[in-house]
């Protein structure tokens, strides 16, 4: 089992930027690929972004594409998703979550096994 906590979430006005940390407990933390999903309310939760276990490839929505980057410290267990000039419809509760397996269809939630219990992401206009 692998335990996920997520941390960095904040209010921001827009334009602003944060970064999003995601802790994960166990020492197999590098056999996993790791998403970043967002849910606002009343809405579906979301794909964000996916980084491949050795954090060399990543992949991103294209509401985000140019505006967040994933990235990884294996040595520390740890996943990061710098998000820069942030917008309202940013506003979301964020998910890191674990997959073991490499799919074409990664930006599924269903892929993922593990999942932290989410940081809130408010920007104001």
């Known amino acids: 089992q692998v335990l996920l906590e997520e941390s960095g979430g904040g209010l921001v006005q827009a334009g602003g930027s944060l970064r999003l940390s995601c802790a994960a407990s166990?020492?197999?933390?590098?056999?996993?690929?790791m998403g970043w999903f967002r849910q606002a309310p009343g809405k579906e939760r979301e794909f964000v972004a996916r980084?491949?276990?050795?954090?060399?490839?990543?992949y991103y929505a294209d509401s985000v594409k140019g505006r967040f980057t994933a990235s990884r410290d294996n040595a520390k267990n740890t996943v990061y998703l710098q998000m820069n000039g942030l917008k309202p419809e940013d506003t979301a509760v964020y998910y890191c979550?674990?997959?073991?397996?490499?799919?074409?269809?990664?930006?599924?939630?269903?892929?993922?096994?593990?999942w932290g219990q989410g940081t809130q992401v408010t920007v104001s206009s």
């Open positions: 980084i491949n276990r050795s954090g060399v490839t990543t």
């Open positions: 166990g020492r197999t933390f590098s056999s996993y690929h």
């Open positions: 979550a674990t997959d073991y397996w490499y799919s074409s269809d990664y930006d599924s939630p269903a892929r993922y096994d593990y």
